[in-house]
Every structure is written in structure tokens, then in C-alpha cells.
């Protein structure tokens, strides 16, 4: 059994639509981070770092944090969703930390300056939106003549990237021009497990109206 500490955000919903995906048993564990649960001491000692998502496999004694390290492991754990090696794995890990190094980062500015920021500052604004239309530009490079990231079969891959344009398009932030971004993202939505998965243990929140530079 896998114990899942989550929330109803970005990254959670990363390994929640794995772990519906891939079929395991797991118990949720909701760890409200607008209750500032996240800094509890009980949570703290699970992941020092106080963020979610995090998962404690009982079966191997195993706690994990970070939410692609996560995806890896479950992939792996399974057999499925990742190529077990050579160069398509590579492929897939470095796929894996352009996610998070690039595209959660960037995407993750643009949601605080553009939408949950107390204050309009235009310069935060300006540049993280062009970021993110940056970032659009390169995964609709990425993604064509492609179903998926890594080609015709879908991964955890698929799954990090997004998790981040699901709350993109919730929050407004539409990328619709460019066409096998918009493709891929009806694609990936459409599989069961993700729907079910971007609603665990709830779906996104109400968010404030988005700020203009």
C-alpha cells in the first residue's frame, strides 16, 4: 500500500493520475496547504521541506518526495509508462528535468505574478508570461509529428508536463495557436485516468481574476 500526501494542486495531480493510471492501492493523505498544514511538525517529519506531493511505500519502507522523482519511481515499480533503458530512457529523464527545471518553474511564476500575487507588479507579469509563451513554443516544437513526447507511446512524461498546462488552461492562460501543443493536451485529457486523476483529492480552485501588466 502507498500512502499518498497531497493536495488538490499542480504536482499532486502529477501523481495522482499516475497512481490511477498504474492501478496501485494507495490511501490519501490531504494536507491542505492553504491551512498551512504543509509546516505542521507532524508533516515536517515526513518531508522536511513541508511541500507535497509526497508518497510512503510500506512496502519497501520507501518515503519519496519531489513529484517527477515520484512518477519515476512508480513507472519503474510497475513496468510500464517509462522505457526500462537505453536510449529512450535517457530520452525520458531528460524530458523528466526539462519539466521540472524549465516548464513547472516558469509556469509556477507566471500563476503567482498573474494571478495570486497581492499586488500587480508588471514587471513579474511581463516576464513570466513571455516565458511561458516561450515554453509553449518549444513543447509544440517537441511534440511534432509526435503523439507524445516520447513518440507513439504515452509516459510519465506526458503526465508531468501536464499537470502544469491543466492548471495553465484553468487559470486562463490559453495556447490553443499552436497545434500539436493543442493536440497533445486533448489527448492526454481524454484518457479516464487523468480526469480522474486531476480531481484527487479535489479539482483546482477558484482562482483570482488574472492581473495585466
Do not use: C
Not at 54 to 76: F, G, K, M, N, W
Not at 96 to 117: N, V
Not at 124 to 129: F, L
Not at 146 to 169: C, H, N, P, Q, T
Amino acid at each position: 500500500m502507498i500512502e499518498f500526501f497531497t493536495f488538490g494542486s499542480t504536482n499532486g495531480h502529477k501523481v495522482a493520475i499516475a497512481l490511477e493510471e498504474l492501478g496501485f492501492p494507495y490511501e490519501v493523505r490531504t494536507v491542505s496547504i492553504f491551512a498551512n498544514e504543509g509546516h505542521s511538525p507532524e508533516f515536517l517529519a515526513v518531508n522536511p521541506t513541508g511541500k507535497i506531493p509526497v508518497i510512503r511505500d510500506r512496502e519497501v519502507d520507501l518515503v519519496l518526495t519531489e513529484s517527477d522523482a515520484i512518477l519515476l519511481y512508480l513507472a519503474d515499480k510497475a513496468g510500464r509508462l517509462v522505457p526500462p533503458s537505453g536510449k529512450e530512457r535517457m530520452r525520458a529523464i531528460e524530458l523528466l528535468f526539462l519539466q521540472a527545471s524549465l516548464q513547472g518553474p516558469m509556469f509556477g511564476q507566471r500563476m503567482h505574478f498573474s494571478i495570486f500575487s497581492t499586488e500587480t507588479v508588471p514587471y513579474g507579469i511581463r516576464r513570466y508570461e513571455e516565458q511561458g509563451k516561450n515554453i509553449d513554443k518549444l513543447v509544440d516544437q517537441l511534440l511534432a509529428g509526435r503523439s507524445y513526447f516520447l513518440g507513439a507511446e504515452y509516459s510519465i512524461v506526458d503526465i508531468a508536463f501536464y499537470g502544469w498546462y491543466f492548471a495553465a488552461k484553468w487559470a486562463g492562460f490559453e495556447f490553443d495557436q499552436h497545434a500539436n501543443l493543442k493536440a497533445w493536451f486533448e489527448r492526454v485529457g481524454s484518457r479516464p485516468a487523468v480526469a480522474r486523476g486531476v480531481t484527487i483529492p479535489s479539482s483546482l480552485p477558484r482562482l483570482p481574476a488574472r492581473k495585466r501588466a
